[in-house]
C-alpha cells in the first residue's frame, strides 16, 4: 500500500469533482454526504494501511518516495510530483484524514437543508486534497501548491454563508481578511524558497535537507531562509502579528471551524518548522525567534480568551494559544513534542468546536454563553464530551493533553530555563479558567434562555458519535508519548517512531542542562496543581458567586475592556496599516494615478484622434471626380519618383 499512497490524494480529489460537477443534480443529501465522507474515509484507509506496513519494516528502510510524473523541468530545476512516506508525514495524513473523516461525517447532520450542502462537501474534499499534498509532498514546490490550496479553501468556506452578517461586517469580509493576511506569510515562504533554491540547488526535501546536513553554508543564510518560511508558517499558524484572522474565521460553518481552523490547516505551519528541522537546527537564533513569539502568542491569545462571550470566540483564542505552544516547542528543538501536542490538540479541539456546533444547532444559532445555562439537562452526550475536551486541553492526566502540555513544559524549563517555564504554566493555568468557564456558563448553572422561544435538544447520532469518538481519543491518545520519566525513553512510543526525522537536527541544538527526575516531577506536579485550582476557581465563580466576576470586571474594567476588545489589535492595524493604504489609494492612485493619468491619457488621446480625424474626415467629400483627380496624382507622384531613381 505504501506505493499506491497517491490514492489518499486522488480519493478526496475525486470526491471533489464528482460533487462539484454532479451534486446540485443529486436529489439526497445522503448521496452528496455519502460520496463527500467516503473519499475521505477510504484516503484515511490507505494512509492507515501505509502506517501499519511503514511500522512493520526496519527503521533505515521506513522512507519512500513514490514519483508520479515530472511536473516541471527549467534549467537545473526539477520538481515531479512526488509523495514522500515517512514517519512525520504519515502521522500528519493519519490526522488530516482520520479526523477529517469524523468532520465529513458530523457535517452531514450540521448542514442538513442547507441550501448549498453539495457545495460544502465538494469545498471540504477539494481541502482535504490541498492538505494531503501538503503534508505529503517530498518537495517545496508541491508543498507550497498545497499551502495555497488550503488558502483557497479557507476563502470560500468562511465565507460559505456569503449572505449572512458577521459581528459588524459580513462572512465574505472575514474570508476576505484570512485571504489578505495569509497572502503577507506566503510572501515570506516564497522568499523561503527562492533563497533555498538559489543556496542549494534544489527544491527537494532529501537533496536541500542533505546539503544542509553538511554545515557548509554560513549561519547567516540558514537564519534568513528559516526565518523567511517562518513567516509564513506565523501567517498559516496565526502567530503574532499575522493572527488577526483566525478568531474572525469562525463566521464560517463550525464543522470549517473545527476542520481547518483548529485540527489541520492551522498546524500547516507548524509541520513546515518540523519538516525543516535541519535548517532550524542551523540557525539557532532563528529558533529563539520561534521559541519568543510562540510563547507570546500563546500568553497574548489565552488573556484574551478569558473573557470573550462567544462560545466560538473562546475556542478560536484558544486555538491560537495552543498553536503558541507548538511553537513553543519547536523553537526549543523539541520537535516531536510539538508534533505530539499537535495530534493530541487535534482530538481534543476538534471535539471542542463540534461540541459547540452541537449547542448552537441544538439552541437555534444562539452563541453567546451568556445566554445559555444547564444545557446538560438537554444535551447530555455532548455535555459529557465536551467536559472530557475541557479536561484535556487542561492538562489534567491522564488525558491527552496533559502527555503534550507537560512534555511542551519541560522542555521549556530544560531548554529555555524558568523564564520561559513560568510563562508556559501561566498560559496553561488561562486555559484551565477560560476553558471552564465556558463549561459551566454552557452546560451547568441555571437556564438564561427564553424557554418560550428556545428549545434546546440534543443533536441527531449523526453528529453525536464522531463526538464520541474524539472523546476517546482525548482520553488515550496522550498514552502514545509518556514521559520517559516513567516509562523510560523505550516507552515513549511517538517520540520513538518520530525520532530517525530529527535525529541529524537535534544533535545540532542545545538540549539544556541536565536535571533530576524529581524536578521533573515537582514542575509537573506544580502544573497540574495550577490547573485543578483554576478549574475550582471557575466553578466557585461561575456556579456558586457569580457576583464576583461582576465585581472584578467593574473593579478592572480598562484592562477587561481591553481584553474584551483583544487588546485592540484590529483597531490598530486599522489606523496604522488599512486606513493609511485607503487613503493613500484615495487621494493618489486613484484620484490623480488611475483618473487623471491613465484615464486622463487615454481621454486625451480620443480626444487627439476625434480632433485630427474631424479634417481627415474633409477628405472624404463623396465626389468621384475627386477621388480620380487624388488617384492621378498619387500615380503621377509614383511614376516622378520611380523615373528620379533610375
Not at 490524494?9 to 454532479?22: A, D, K, W
Not at 437543508?113 to 518537495?139: C, E, H, P, Q, S
Not at 487542561?394 to 520561559?420: H, N, Y
Request: hydrophobic fraction near 55%; charge should be positive.
Amino acid at each position: 500500500m505504501r506505493n499506491l499512497i497517491y490514492l489518499s490524494v486522488v480519493f478526496p480529489l475525486i470526491g471533489f469533482l464528482v460533487n462539484g460537477l454532479l451534486g446540485r443534480k443529486f436529489k439526497s443529501e445522503k448521496v452528496v454526504g455519502i460520496i463527500g465522507s467516503g473519499a475521505v474515509g477510504a484516503a484515511f484507509l490507505v494512509v492507515l494501511a501505509a502506517f501499519v506496513e511503514t511500522l512493520r519494516m526496519p527503521e533505515e528502510g521506513r522512507a519512500l518516495i513514490v514519483t508520479l510524473f515530472q511536473w516541471v523541468k527549467a534549467g537545473n530545476l526539477d520538481v515531479s510530483i512526488a509523495y514522500q512516506i515517512d514517519q512525520l508525514s504519515l502521522v500528519m495524513g493519519l490526522v488530516v484524514t482520520g479526523v477529517g473523516f469524523l468532520i465529513h461525517i458530523y457535517s452531514i447532520g450540521y448542514m442538513h437543508g442547507d441550501k448549498g450542502f453539495w457545495r460544502f462537501f465538494t469545498y471540504l474534499n477539494l481541502f482535504i486534497f490541498a492538505m494531503m499534498n501538503l503534508v505529503l509532498a517530498d518537495n517545496f514546490l508541491l508543498m507550497f501548491l498545497g499551502w495555497e490550496g488550503v488558502g483557497l479553501c479557507s476563502y470560500l468556506l468562511i465565507g460559505f454563508w456569503y449572505d449572512r452578517k458577521f459581528e459588524k461586517s459580513t462572512t465574505s469580509d472575514a474570508a476576505k481578511k484570512a485571504f489578505v493576511v495569509n497572502r503577507i506569510g506566503d510572501f515570506g515562504f516564497l522568499i523561503g524558497m527562492f533563497l533555498i533554491y538559489l543556496n542549494f540547488g534544489s527544491l527537494n526535501f532529501t537533496t536541500v535537507f542533505a546539503k544542509a546536513g553538511v554545515g557548509n553554508i554560513p549561519e547567516s543564510t540558514f537564519t534568513l531562509i528559516a526565518l523567511c518560511l517562518f513567516i509564513g508558517a506565523a501567517g498559516k499558524s496565526a502567530q503574532i502579528p499575522l493572527f488577526v484572522w483566525l478568531p474572525d474565521a469562525m463566521a464560517g460553518p463550525t464543522p470549517v471551524s473545527a476542520l481547518i481552523h483548529a485540527a489541520t490547516m492551522v498546524t500547516a505551519g507548524v509541520y513546515l518548522v518540523a519538516r525543516c528541522s535541519i535548517i532550524y537546527a542551523s540557525a539557532p537564533m532563528a529558533l529563539t525567534v520561534v521559541a519568543v513569539i510562540g510563547l507570546a502568542t500563546a500568553f497574548f491569545a489565552a488573556t484574551v480568551g478569558l473573557v470573550q462571550t462567544d462560545i466560538k470566540k473562546v475556542l478560536a483564542y484558544s486555538t491560537v494559544s495552543q498553536l503558541g505552544y507548538m511553537f513553543l516547542a519547536m523553537g526549543m528543538g523539541a520537535f516531536s513534542a510539538g508534533i505530539f501536542h499537535v495530534v493530541t490538540h487535534a482530538f481534543f479541539k476538534a471535539l471542542l468546536f463540534l461540541g459547540a456546533g452541537s449547542v448552537i444547532h441544538g439552541m437555534h444559532d444562539e452563541q453567546d454563553i451568556r445566554k445559555y445555562g444547564n444545557l446538560k439537562k438537554y444535551m447530555p452526550k455532548t455535555a459529557k464530551t465536551f467536559l472530557i475536551a475541557a479536561i484535556a486541553i487542561s492538562g489534567i492526566p491522564p488525558f491527552a493533553g496533559f502527555f503534550s502540555k507537560d512534555e511542551i513544559l519541560w522542555e521549556a524549563f530544560s531548554v529555555g530555563g524558568f523564564g520561559f517555564w513560568i510563562f508556559g504554566v501561566i498560559t496553561a493555568l488561562f486555559t484551565a479558567f477560560y476553558m471552564f468557564r465556558l463549561y459551566f456558563l454552557t452546560f451547568e448553572g441555571k437556564e438564561r434562555f427564553d424557554s418560550h422561544h428556545v428549545h434546546p435538544h440534543e443533536s441527531p447520532a449523526v453528529m453525536t458519535i464522531p463526538l464520541m469518538i474524539l472523546a476517546f481519543l482525548s482520553i488515550v491518545g496522550g498514552f502514545l508519548g509518556m514521559p520517559a520519566i516513567f516509562v523510560g525513553e523505550e516507552g515513549n512510543l511517538f517520540g520513538r517512531w518520530l525520532a530517525p526525522i530529527f535525529k541529524s537536527a537535534e544533535t545540532k541544538i542545545f538540549t539544556g542542562a541536565e536535571h533530576s527526575h524529581l524536578m521533573e516531577i515537582l514542575l509537573m506536579a506544580i502544573s497540574v496543581a495550577g490547573a485543578a485550582l483554576a478549574i475550582y476557581f471557575a466553578k466557585f465563580v461561575y456556579l456558586h458567586k457569580p457576583e464576583i466576576a461582576e465585581k472584578v470586571s467593574a473593579k478592572l474594567k480598562p484592562i477587561y475592556t481591553t481584553l474584551l476588545n483583544k487588546y485592540y489589535v484590529d483597531e490598530i492595524y486599522d489606523a496604522v496599516v488599512v486606513n493609511p493604504i485607503r487613503l493613500v489609494s484615495e487621494s493618489f492612485l486613484w484620484k490623480i494615478t488611475d483618473v487623471k493619468l491613465i484615464d486622463g491619457l487615454l481621454n486625451k488621446s480620443a480626444a487627439l484622434v476625434d480632433y485630427l480625424s474631424g479634417y481627415i474626415r474633409k477628405i472624404q467629400t463623396g465626389a468621384v471626380q475627386f477621388y480620380a483627380i487624388i488617384m492621378m496624382t498619387g500615380i503621377l507622384a509614383a511614376l516622378f519618383w520611380i523615373i528620379k531613381s533610375l
